[in-house]
């Protein structure tokens, strides 16, 4: 893996750099990543605050707050309206694994929550259920 990770929208107004290696990745079937992604799941490559820096742009965010309780900002570009990131306030951001220069980048290794999916999301079987 290359030191220094990078990624943006579908324009190339927001761009973003990772550096070090992800804390985990998943596959997040909730109902806020739904509506986030338009689609089954939010593909979750995340890493710690302090490794991840945006360079380029002024995305626009929606707060909302996670089952969990806390909050969570969800960072789209403000002009090609892609989902990027998820920024949580316990020092993690949430890349869209889609959002990768390198795809390939984004090796899940779990679900959350994949109890919620519609019945036709496509849940890789080698996932371990969380
Ligand atoms: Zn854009
Ligand atoms: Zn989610």
């Known amino acids: 893996m290359k030191d220094v990770q990078t990624g943006g929208c579908r324009c190339g107004a927001t761009r973003y750099e990772i550096t070090g290696s992800p804390v985990t990745q998943l596959m997040c079937f909730c109902s806020d990543c739904r509506a986030f992604t338009g689609s089954d799941a939010f593909a979750a490559y995340i890493v710690k605050q302090v ?4 360079t380029e742009g002024s995305p ?13 900002k969800r960072y789209f570009c403000d002009t090609c309206g892609s989902s990027l990131w998820a ?39 080698n996932l371990e259920a969380g």
Request: without cysteine; charged residues 25%.
């Open 51 to 54: 490794d991840f820096s945006p």
């Open 60 to 72: 626009k965010f929606y707060a909302t707050v996670a089952r969990s309780g806390r909050a969570v």
């Open 87 to 125: 920024q949580l306030e316990i020092g993690l951001v949430s890349v869209a694994g889609g959002s990768l220069d390198d795809v390939e980048l984004f090796q899940p290794v779990r679900t959350n929550l994949a109890d919620e999916a519609p019945a036709w999301a496509r849940i890789p079987d």
